[in-house]
């Protein structure tokens, strides 16, 4: 169960209660002090081992199996619109090769920014596939014949929003702005589009509809949210490989002690990859990177991405395990494409 204001107010309201209609004993009912989550749980694209990522209903399952935080990485349409998915392109969890044959650039590809979001909304989420049209994850979700739709950020936290409501629930956003240099280079500012929705569905910096989290690889998206927006959401630099070509930006060396005390100008998190923190398993337990020490010396709160119950690391017997251990090891949070398996 997670603490809300009015649960914690109608706990003291009972304890006092209580005490006050107890005999003459001089003993005084203790209040049970409330204990808040040391560790959050944050459903990556949703509940993404189980539906398609990032559909509604990935979202509301990752709710209903009680995730702290819920993701949504963003991309833009042609339109300007920010919607919910993850990659630059279409082709990998969509069926836009059957819907728009032709609509793909010179490189074969179909990319999101290139559709209106009317148009994306006639095609259908798929489970992610390989180059070749394989399920990455052949035991998750493959029905194609079952419809999921793209949604767009503000139906996202309208979704959650109303979900707290009905439930009294607290449940957080963790949004990612994506690939901010490449949409500039399109001629389009993503961090804008998403400070604006932001705005109007009720996140500013007097106020936040619910817990909230910023995460971008990019160092100068991070750095204009309270620059340009002054806005002082908790803000989340995203590390990741050199090879990954996410940005020009050299991550190894933002992995060292020097590195990592130059986020703390700007960032309140550090969102590391589980390949650069676990080193492996020696006689059962873990063996960790220098990264996490580094983190803490400068007083960076870590997040771990991503836990996967169907691609754990040799030497890892489960989910639960390897959760287990981060926390032990001071990580802070997870993101998890199975947020029940705690």
Request: aromatic letters at 10%.
């Amino acid at each position: 169960m997670k603490w809300t204001l009015g649960v914690a107010v109608g706990a003291l309201a009972w304890s006092l209660t209580t005490w006050a209609q107890a005999d003459n004993s001089t003993e005084q009912l203790a209040v049970e002090p409330i204990k808040l989550p040391t560790f959050i749980d944050i459903a990556h694209r949703g509940a993404s081992g189980y539906l398609p990522e990032h559909s509604q209903a990935a979202t509301v399952m990752a709710y209903a199996l009680g995730a702290d935080y819920i993701e949504q990485d963003i991309q833009l349409s042609r339109d300007g619109k920010a919607v919910v998915l993850h990659d630059v392109q279409l082709d990998a969890i969509s069926n836009v090769k059957e819907v728009f044959p032709e609509r793909h650039r010179p490189d074969g590809s179909y990319y999101v920014v290139d559709f209106t979001l009317n148009h994306l909304k006639q095609l259908k989420l798929t489970s992610r596939k390989e180059s070749d049209g394989q399920p990455r994850y052949p035991e998750r979700f493959q029905n194609d014949q079952v419809e999921f739709k793209i949604q767009t950020l503000a139906e996202s936290l309208n979704l959650i929003q109303e979900l707290n409501r009905v439930r009294g629930e607290d449940t957080g956003v963790y949004i990612e702005v994506k690939a901010a240099r490449w949409y500039r280079d399109q001629d389009y500012d993503p961090l804008a589009v998403v400070m604006n929705v932001l705005n109007k569905n009720g996140y500013s910096d007097k106020q936040q509809a619910t817990p909230i989290y910023l995460q971008s690889f990019d160092p100068e998206t991070l750095r204009r949210v309270k620059r340009e927006f002054h806005c002082d959401f908790p803000l989340v630099q995203l590390i990741a490989d050199n090879s990954w070509a996410e940005t020009p930006v050299d991550y190894d060396a933002l992995r060292t002690y020097a590195g990592m005390e130059s986020l703390t100008s700007y960032a309140d998190h550090v969102g590391l990859w589980l390949g650069h923190v676990l080193k492996g398993v020696k006689d059962g337990q873990p063996e960790w990177t220098d990264v996490l020490d580094n983190a803490k010396k400068v007083g960076l709160k870590v997040h771990v991405y991503t836990l996967r119950a169907d691609q754990l690391p040799e030497g890892v017997e489960s989910l639960k395990q390897l959760r287990g251990w981060l926390k032990e090891a001071g990580v802070e949070g997870v993101f998890s494409d199975f947020p029940d398996q705690k």
